[in-house]
Nanobody, 124 residues
Framework: QVQLVESGGGVVQAGASLRLSCAAS??????MGWFRQAPGKDREFVAA????????YYADSVKGRFTISRDNAKNTVYLQMNSLKPEDTAVYYC???????????????????WGQGTQVTVSS
């Protein structure tokens, strides 16, 4: 049984930092991604990482502020979010896929499993 369990969300002020974690169990995946969804908006790509080689991919809106990383021993993926802005407010989801490649990983429909989501709220 595949499980993706996210943690680390919360309420912070603009300029603060948060680190999200996603613990994966049950299968081995090629890549993991983070997506977010704000009220009334579509789910959007944030970042992705390939388990084996560690290649990382980012949405333009978070480049330079967010960092995705993984701990293979713990089967856990992290999203370090710095310099948070109010527009980063959303529910953040981690997801797992058997695929790879920057274009492939940017599309939510290409992911096979999803976590339950964790709320991130950034106040101005």
């Amino acid at each position: 049984q595949v499980q993706l369990v996210e943690s680390g969300g919360g309420v912070v002020q603009a300029g603060a930092s948060l680190r999200l974690s996603c613990a994966a169990s049950g299968r081995t995946f090629s890549s993991m991604g983070w997506f977010r969804q704000a009220p009334g908006k579509d789910r959007e790509f944030v970042a992705a990482i390939r388990w084996s080689v560690g290649n990382t991919y980012y949405a333009d809106s978070v480049k330079g502020r967010f960092t995705i990383s993984r701990d293979n021993a713990k089967n856990t993926v992290y999203l370090q979010m710095n310099s948070l802005k109010p527009e980063d407010t959303a529910v953040y989801y981690c997801a797992a896929t058997y695929g790879s490649g920057s274009s492939y990983l940017a599309l939510p429909g290409n992911y096979n499993y999803w976590g339950q989501g964790t709320q991130v709220t950034v106040s101005s």
